[in-house]
């Protein structure tokens, strides 16, 4: 694992007591990995993330995982709304959506891997918590998006991922209360905000189709993640 440093200024404490339970993934969606990590050191720009990965694998670090990095905006998982503080983010340098959407490659997964596992073994982060940026922030983003392979992290030992089918819900109006029971900030059935959580869950979960409609294989897999959800949180 090649790990460099280039400090961003972007960052601060901390706040007191809190603990750092999230790990968040996102995509660069910029051209290239060096226009991301100068937007990410920029203060005018006032973003930032713990950590960029190329796609070569090289890792940089910019923040320290002690202090808060600036990468979540406005967000929410699991009824954490200061997701700043909770959290350690990396992005993973991809051109996203606006500028050629691409695979990740075999590289840079493997470099996500290592560094992950150290992450985990350092902070108390459950697999439920391990999301991406359209999981915390669904009316807003779309990263790391569809083609991000999170069932392989999982089999890494970070994530989460269903094992086996479930009974589904029966109908739209109860995926408000199993997106929530996920982690998912949802409004009402067919509200605009619960519209853009099965989007993000299906980015997520079943990511070969991600329309927002609540077909038969999306239901399942609802279902089955929340059974793994449960499940992770009898263990605990």
């Known amino acids: 694992m090649i790990l460099r440093d280039r400090p961003s200024p972007n960052q601060e404490p901390r706040a007191r007591g809190t603990r750092v339970d999230i790990l ?8 290239t990995g060096a226009e991301a990590i100068d937007r990410l050191c920029d203060p005018a720009a006032k973003v930032s993330a713990h950590y960029v990965i190329e796609e070569d694998g090289t ?6 995982e002690a202090r808060r990095a600036w990468h979540a905006g406005v967000a929410s998982w699991q009824g954490t709304t200061a997701v ?7 992005e993973l340098v991809n051109p996203g959506h606006e500028w050629g959407y691409r695979p990740f490659p075999e590289a840079q997964m493997r470099a996500l891997e290592d560094l992950a596992h150290g992450i985990l073994a350092r902070h108390p982060i459950p697999g439920d918590r391990v999301v991406g940026h359209s999981d915390v922030a669904p009316l807003r983003k779309q990263d790391p998006g569809e083609l991000f392979d999170w069932r392989r992290l999982s089999r890494a030992g970070i994530g989460l991922w269903p094992a086996t089918p479930s009974t589904p819900p029966r109908s739209l109006a109860e995926a408000p209360a199993a997106l929530a029971e996920i982690g998912y900030a949802v409004g009402l059935a067919g509200s605009r905000e619960t519209h853009a959580a099965i989007i993000a869950f299906q980015r997520h979960y079943r990511p070969s189709t991600c329309d927002g409609a609540l077909d038969d294989e999306t239901r399942s897999r609802l279902a089955a993640v929340v059974a793994a959800v449960h499940a992770l949180r009898r263990a605990r």
């Open 59 to 64: 890792i940089w670090r910019l923040v320290d």
């Open 84 to 90: 700043n503080d909770a959290s350690i983010g990396i």
């Open 24 to 31: 968040l993934l996102h995509y660069t969606g910029m051209r």
